[in-house]
């Protein structure tokens, strides 16, 4: 029993995620939220763990991983293979390398998380699930800890020794996690941690007019990225609206103030346009489209799933959202371009033809898990509460 269970008879579960890129943050608010709805809900911690890094460690880290995402993608891609190894139980050395230059950086975190004594430790970023797992190793950490995967393909940088549980989107990644000497019993194909509000049904006239979108036209949601943008999003949704004038298209530009401006302009322009800013309530525009245009990643593709919404996935990046990308294609839920420029082509196909359209959202809704639900329950019973 750990210092917080003989000091308090509610446990503490601490949720470490990572802000490179919205999804793990929203992963990890999403079993925050899933727990607080337990009849005995444990005391939950959700950290960042980057806020406890060096300065230059975030940079590198985050704005790193912003900067060729965004700029160098093929750069990205070529990292990504260049690392997604090994492929077996045995640490490499390029590995080994990297492993010791984040424990030295995260040395506040590892502190903080000896102080903290949580009883539980649930992960949706692979940054720190080595380091408890060193951690472990020496006997310095004991608490259990459940790993929820964030992309259906895991990189090797997911990989950690002292994870209890596993959780994963779908079965696309479980024979590698396996080939990596993870016990296939401690491995649960759940499907992506979600908030429930996806899986509630709006009112659609009620959310048209809260947004003030015509109740007579179909909506499609075109996105780039919450917290950075990806591809020429307004030369995008113009050429959408050239080609399907009769819609509405719901421009989703995040926290980036640049490109709602140049949004803002071109709504002055063109007629159909609905630029909105950061929002939690995406789940509404979502639900009242017809078609999603975004790129393809964990979380948010999860949320089409959950939402049944055709998704046209645009020149994904290289790496973790190429993967994404074709098992979603494989799958029947969504169409992938290979190049922006496409886009607008598919849109009109797919408006032009509701059976595909059907297919699509069919498809999606076939696909989807209750990976909230399904993670909750596990930390219900390893806590017992």
């Not at 260049?82 to 230059?101: D, K, V």
């Amino acid at each position: 029993m750990s210092a917080s269970q003989t000091s308090s008879t509610t446990p503490r579960v601490l949720i470490a995620t990572a802000s490179v890129g919205a999804g793990h943050n929203a992963a990890a608010r999403a079993i925050a939220a899933g727990l607080a709805e337990l009849p005995n809900p444990p005391q939950v911690d959700v950290l960042d763990v980057l806020t406890l890094a060096p300065w230059s460690f975030r940079v590198y880290y985050a704005r790193g991983f912003a900067f060729t995402v965004t700029r160098l993608p093929a750069l990205y891609g070529l990292g990504y293979n260049l690392t997604n190894h090994p492929q077996g139980a045995r640490l490499g050395l390029m590995e080994r390398r990297r492993l010791w230059h984040e424990r030295i950086a995260m040395k506040r975190f590892s502190r903080h998380v000896r102080e903290l004594s949580p009883d539980m430790v649930v992960h949706t970023h692979f940054l720190a699930p080595p380091i408890l797992s060193h951690l472990a190793a020496k006997n310095q950490f004991s608490a259990p800890q459940f790993v929820a995967v964030t992309d259906h393909d895991p990189h090797r940088f997911w990989y950690a020794g002292a994870i209890k549980r596993w959780f994963l989107p779908s079965e696309a990644g479980l024979e590698k996690l396996v080939r990596w000497g993870i016990d296939r019993d401690a491995i649960t194909v759940s499907g992506m941690p979600i908030h429930s509000k996806w899986r509630q049904q709006p009112d659609r006239d009620k959310v048209l007019a809260d947004w003030r979108l015509p109740a007579d036209k179909k909506v499609v949601t075109l996105s780039g990225g919450t917290d950075f943008t990806c591809g020429p999003v307004v030369k995008t949704a113009r050429e959408i609206l050239r080609l399907c004038p009769e819609i509405s298209l719901v421009v989703l530009g995040g926290r980036n103030k640049k490109l709602l401006g140049q949004l803002g302009r071109l709504a002055e322009e063109v007629d159909g346009l609905f630029p909105v800013s950061f929002t939690d309530r995406i789940h509404e525009l979502v639900r009242v489209s017809s078609l999603m245009v975004t790129k393809p990643g964990g979380i948010t593709t999860a949320e089409c799933l959950a939402a049944g919404v055709p998704m046209v996935l645009p020149k994904p990046v290289p790496g973790q959202e190429a993967d994404n990308a074709k098992h979603f294609r494989g799958k029947g839920a969504a169409v992938v371009t290979r190049r922006y420029s496409d886009v607008p082509t598919e849109v009109r196909r797919l408006l032009d033809d509701p059976d595909a359209l059907a297919g699509l959202a069919d498809n999606a809704r076939k696909l989807f898990r209750p990976g909230t639900a399904t993670v909750v329950e596990a930390i219900r019973r390893e806590l017992g509460i």
